[in-house]
């Protein structure tokens, strides 16, 4: 009978303590993983430059168009979603932070921005923060406007990196 060292017995228990569950859809419902630190880094605009009722669409190099228009067209269940209308656009970046750090394990969740209806010059100064933000955090890989039934131009859905 063959005994195992003690090194490769630590390199084994490493590597399988530090790894979560797949489910059988291959989703990591789990929070046994490290988690990243919430998002602190971001820069803050000063005046809003995309409009209340402007489709916002990002995505970074290598996102499939398929998850584009699956967000496009509204075909995400059961999303974990965070509200900001009200909020001042620190409060607004604090609360993004916070959402999406304890939210990093979900594939896809939503942001209602609101479509910035009292700014001035019809420009709105949440949504563009909001859409600031999202490009600068680490783990976004992707969001767009959502369809009507789900807030329209008001809400972004957002792709996490997994």
Known sequence: ?????????????????????????????????????????????????????????????????????KMKRGHIDNVSELDLHGYTLQQACESLAEFIYHKQFEQFVRI?????????NGMSVLKTQVASFLKQHPQVLAFHSCPPKDGGTGAVFVLLKQ
């Open 112 to 120: 209602i921005h609101g479509k910035g209806y009292r700014s001035d």
């Open 1 to 69: 009978m063959n005994k195992i060292d003690k090194e490769d017995s630590l390199l084994f228990r490493d590597t399988v303590d530090t790894q979560a569950p797949l489910d059988k859809d291959g989703v990591n419902r789990t929070h046994n993983s490290k988690r990243k630190p919430a998002f602190t880094e971001y820069s803050t605009i000063i005046d809003g430059t995309i409009a209340g009722e402007e489709v916002i669409s990002y995505a970074k190099n290598g996102v499939s168009g398929k998850m584009i228009n």
